[in-house]
Nanobody, 122 residues
Framework: QVQLVESGGGLVQAGGSLRLSCAASVRTFSSYAMGWFRQAPGKEREFVAATSWSGSSTYYADSVKGRFTISRANARNTVYLEMNSLKPEDTAVYYC???????????????WGQGTQVTVSS
């Protein structure tokens, strides 16, 4: 079983930066592709970014491309989401997810964290 715990959320001003972390309680962390999703109040959960098991392949939603960077430290069982030039529309609960293969569709991910709140003030 895979357990995922997000951290690093908080309140930042527009234009600021924040780094989210996701720690996985699994010894075979490097066997999983990892992704980040987010859900704003009253909206559907949407894809943000994903990385392959090796970290060599990454995908980003158009809305965050050029501003967000996903990375992973397999030896530490951790995946990161570096967020720069934050906008008020980035405000959402951010979720870490794990899949057997890299994907950008919510239903393709098998394990999910509890989420961490990110609020960007205007």
């Amino acid at each position: 079983q895979v357990q995922l715990v997000e951290s690093g959320g908080g309140l930042v001003q527009a234009g600021g930066s924040l780094r989210l972390s996701c720690a996985a309680s699994v010894r075979t962390f490097s066997s999983y592709a990892m992704g980040w999703f987010r859900q704003a109040p009253g909206k559907e959960r949407e894809f943000v970014a994903a990385t392959s098991w090796s970290g060599s392949s990454t995908y980003y939603a158009d809305s965050v491309k050029g501003r967000f960077t996903i990375s992973r430290a397999n030896a530490r069982n951790t995946v990161y989401l570096e967020m720069n030039s934050l906008k008020p529309e980035d405000t959402a609960v951010y979720y870490c997810a794990a899949a057997l293969y890299i994907a950008t569709i919510e239903g393709e991910f098998d394990y999910w964290g509890q989420g961490t709140q990110v609020t960007v003030s205007s």
